[in-house]
Nanobody, 126 residues
Framework: QVQLVESGGGLVQAGDSLRLSCATSGRTFGSYNMGWFRQAPGKEREFVAA????????FYLDSVKGRFTISKSPARNTVYLQMNSLKPEDTAVYSC???????????????????WGQGTQVTVSS
């Protein structure tokens, strides 16, 4: 069983940066594909970024490319989402997710995640 706990959200102004953290538990953390998703009020959950289990590939939502970076610290069992040049439209609850089946990356890195965190609120004011 994998548990995910996000932190690092907050209220910032447009153009600011935030780094979200996703602390994980479980011995097999290193073998999971990891993703970040977000959900704004009244909207469906949206894929934001993903990192293949071995770090060999990442995938991003078009609107965050060049601004957001997903990374991992194996020593800390933590996945990060560095968010730069934030925009009001980035306002949402951000959640991290883990996929146990590594092969899912090659089908679609944006879907089929098994474990989810509770989310952390990010609010960007204009």
């Amino acid at each position: 069983q994998v548990q995910l706990v996000e932190s690092g959200g907050g209220l910032v102004q447009a153009g600011d940066s935030l780094r979200l953290s996703c602390a994980t538990s479980g011995r097999t953390f290193g073998s999971y594909n990891m993703g970040w998703f977000r959900q704004a009020p009244g909207k469906e959950r949206e894929f934001v970024a993903a990192r293949r289990w071995d770090g060999g590939s990442t995938f991003y939502l078009d609107s965050v490319k060049g601004r957001f970076t997903i990374s991992k610290s194996p020593a800390r069992n933590t996945v990060y989402l560095q968010m730069n040049s934030l925009k009001p439209e980035d306002t949402a609850v951000y959640s991290c997710a883990a996929a146990q089946d590594q092969s899912r990356w090659y089908r679609d890195p944006r879907s089929n995640y098994d474990y989810w965190g509770q989310g952390t609120q990010v609010t960007v004011s204009s």
